[in-house]
């Protein structure tokens, strides 16, 4: 029993370790290989001159409520709001650096200095009323109140003005949603949205969804509230896709999500395929996805399962359920890059007993009859990467591997399926695949 007890207590420092790791200095990630073999024009091509510039002003999307310490230094605390925000925030990459530097400096294995993100303006444009929206009694029926519609819409409007002034300066076209995990301020979640737009090319308007993730405290008690705040991010999530795949002009949307934020992201995406699929309507007709990526996700693998499969598996829900393997949404993917060696994800395996993490499966914890019905789906790929750690956890290897942040802007940037040459993977079940030479 002592030695249990022992073996426990070590779990829960190491947890506080883990759970105490976020740092709001941060440097610009390591360059992606791709862009180290390849000739530099690839890497920004086809930008607008307006934007070639080292600062980048990035979309952002709420319910964290307002900053009250003015010495802060973030404008969104941790706190929840009951009225989701949006605006915009800049991310400021390297200090007097000009674009000419900051785009060879970008593409160099071993950079000549380091490349500070700081945070810089952020503007709040709009912010849709309090929930829950007001009644009126009429007669025998309750109503939404007119007022508080009249100010649903104006949002709304402001929101879609906002978002089609950005789609027409991308050159793709396509809008790129950063869902942030635990231990995140507003801040480290600009900074994460900022390195993956800025490596993808600069060529999609770029949107984060921040929310109340607990980033002081007591690390134990703050994962707690955060997994309770995640759920109660869900419906705004849910709103925000549903705004952003409504909006006229978007030819796709990308949604990455890290760590919580996968399951948040993936409660919010079970809810709309649900909607839909009683409506009766096609899921990929009001949403646009491309590609759905689940980056480390602190995620139950059960969990997983049953949100994928929310609409096969219930009938009385919807009745004559099926999804197009071709045609709409020929062009979706969901994607998910896991780790056996992600000890930040020891945390959860310690507070919820659940030691089949999705973030931290091998290609063989995947039952096969799993794999064999997703494979029947053609939209499913795992990808585990069994390298070595190159950040503190091997938490967020999608961005400091520089192997693996390639692969994800081949996959997001270039639209080339696991199987092409350009990506260096190895298939090893019918939805399985592992990096071919882990660095």
Known sequence: MQNKVKRGTRGLALAAILLGACSTERSLMPTPLLYQDLDPRVFFRE???????????????????????????????????????FGSTVVRMGEDLDWSELEQQSQLPQRTEKIRLQLGTTTELGRFP?????????????????????????????????????????????????VHGFNETFATAAYTTAELCHFLGREDVCTFFTWPASATGNPLISYTSTTESAAFAVAHLKKTLRAIGRMPGVKGIHVLAHSRGAGLTMDALSQLGVESQARGTSFFTAIPLRNVVLLSPDLDTDVAAQRIGAGVSDPDLVPDWSVHRDGQGDGFRMTTYASPRDRALLISRLLFRSYRRVGRVRPED????????????????LIVYE???????????????????????????????????????????????VFDEPR
Not at 52 to 75: C, F, H, S
Request: proline share 10%; no cysteine; net charge positive.
């Open 47 to 85: 930008i607008p001159a307006e934007r070639k510039r080292p600062d980048l002003e990035l979309l952002y999307i709420t319910d964290r409520a307002p900053q009250k310490d003015p010495d802060a230094g973030v404008p969104y605390g941790q706190e929840r709001s009951r009225s989701l925000a």
């Open 130 to 178: 309090t929930e829950p929206y007001g009644v009126v009694v009429d007669g025998p029926r309750l109503r939404r109140s007119p007022g508080v519609m009249r100010q649903h819409q104006e949002m709304q409007d402001r929101f879609s003005r906002e978002l089609a002034r950005r789609l027409a300066q991308a050159p793709s076209g396509e809008v790129l949603v950063y």
């Open 366 to 381: 995947m039952p096969r009859e799993m794999q064999d019905l997703l494979a029947k789906w053609g939209r499913f790929d």
């Open 387 to 433: 390298g070595k750690k190159t950040d503190a956890f091997g938490h967020s290897f999608f961005t400091s591997n520089p192997v693996v942040s390639s692969d994800l802007v081949q996959l997001i940037r270039f639209g080339k399926r696991p199987g092409h040459p350009d990506r260096p993977l190895r298939q090893v079940g019918p939805v399985t695949w």
